[in-house]
């Protein structure tokens, strides 16, 4: 179907367009939910109430569908009604078949209404799709597949050719997937594309998530290849792999804790009454307690919110020049305006935080489909999903977050027998927490596999030709697997160990400001912590003086201050100098050499030594004064100056005078370099 006009969409002047953006929104979160009842609904016992939720879904996006006019959705979703209609009156009993049918179904929604949103070219092809959702309501069962698919697979736009060789190595390590061959002599076309036939009976979702490892999921389109739908497999070729038959075998699966699912718990709250009404309660909906609005709009807020607290500290700092006998009525207004500011601050940054529920409610569906395909039993358990962190970090998080959930389950979790075998329950857990320390949150990814081994990792290293010992601690080992490239696999796969490493993980937590740690038992387990800043808008620090400038030193890196003569620091080769700090040498990094502070007078004879942290190494920055501890409104510098070389952000301070952030990392760097 081609993109729907706006003439269509109006009536008598009145534009529907103007409510795209509520209906997709709605349908996002409608999709997700209806994704999460799937997961934690029990196939053998299904509530009423559970698949009405679900009913209530398709219902939802079939009505905005059609009102729109996007005929493919309406059409998809009104099958959906059909299927679930009949299930929630109890005509057909719900089986594992129609929860996998269920599940791809909105799948294809997400991308069908993604290319209305612009974000996708193509939308994929629902027809066999929704004959396969009309056999299950018609009351029939679906035929095992045992035979290939033949595809077409077209990706781009690309700016080479050479994604070909990489998608080709791929199906040699895995010789299970099928085979794979480029079009049209394997030219790149004009328009950037490369296109391929590929016969496999893999699911296109394990497809795109194989690809993925190489190009972006939003260059990848795959449809059915015209000469031959599906090839039989009499025709003499190879069957379904072992890894896909296990999806519908009871012996392997993913499980999910329904307690740690927040639609789970809405769910089970609520009694199974068959006669119970679908309508919600009056005043009860969630439409009559929220308001939507756009995210600019709370980015403006909080930028104005942000320029109050500066000028609130300018008023302070002015107020204290005054006589407060005089001005008592004045000093006690600013006062109450100090207070009310930092509360008007409080809550406006809590419009932009949201619960890791957001975050890890991806992860049930995404374990469920390893699972099947790695052969083994996972068990999900999420705590702390109310915990709030700022809706840009957990944009950013996302994608480090997944790849150390697929590391555990691919590398990390056992299989069933192996875990027998090593007097283990045969289903494994993976656990996902976050809980809040001060002003920064800890995200925890904990598994209960089959953890590191010492001795394959110092031989890996020595392979690598990375300086290693046999006395080396077991952090000292763990901190190898940081190393660029580095994998102790002992094959690769399609679900983890392709080019995207732990260091890659390591440098995007660590961009957002934030420290990743690694900590594993051989047959017990592995946990991975990752702590971040609540925000960046807003940051706790600590003034120091240098000179006549004012800098400020992230509070969650100081570990602690201290004043030192110069007799206390310790000339080295090279120029530089180290301080003695309980028993341990420190690099001192002296901030009027790094950023050029002119000193007028008489020679420094004593300082501040100010020892900060990063990356888990330390260093002591030398000051002249400690001026206090405050909450800072962080500026963007290279967004509104320039880049600057050890310099994070800067703010401004309540006389009006601008003071750098420092980036600690990037000291730590430099002086460890």
Known sequence: MGEVSNQGLQSGGFDLTQFYGVFFEEAAENLANMETLLLAIDVDAASDEELNAVFRVAHSIKGGAATFGFSEVAELTHELETLLDRLRKHELKLRRDMVDVLLEAGDVLRAQLARHQGAAQDSPDATDLIARIRK????EKLAADTGLRRLHVRIGPLNDGAVADSLAELFRDIPTLGSIAALDGGALSADGYREFRVETSSPDSELVELFSFHVGKDQIRISEFAEAARIDAADGRANEPPAAKRADDPGYGFFVDPASLPAAKAVAAAPADAKKSEKPASGATPESTTLRVSVEKVDQLINLVGELVITQAMLTQQARQLDPVQHQALLSGVADLERNTRLLQDAVMSIRMIPMAFVFSRFPRMLRDLAARLGKQIELKTVGEATELDKGLIEKIIDPLTHLVRNSADHGIETPAARVAAGKP??????????????????????????????RILAKARERGIPVRDDMTDQEVWALIWAPGFSTADQLSDVSGRGVGMDVVRKNIAALGGTVELDSAEGYGTRVSVRLPLTLAIMDGMSIGVGDEIYIVPLASVVESFRVEDVALQSIAGGGRVVKVREQ?????????????????????????VVVEAEGQRVALLVDELIGQHQVVVKNLEANYRRVQGVSGATILGDGRVALIIDVASLVRRARH
């Open 136 to 139: 299950l309501a018609a009351g």
């Open 426 to 455: 045969s289903t494994g857990r993976i656990t996902l927490s976050a809980v809040h320390q001060g002003g920064s949150i800890l995200i925890e990814v904990r598994d209960d596999g089959a953890g590191l081994k010492r001795d």
């Open 585 to 609: 040498f420190l690099p001192v990094v002296p901030l009027d050499e790094v950023f050029a502070v002119p000193r007028f007078g008489d020679a420094r004879g004593a300082g501040i030594v």
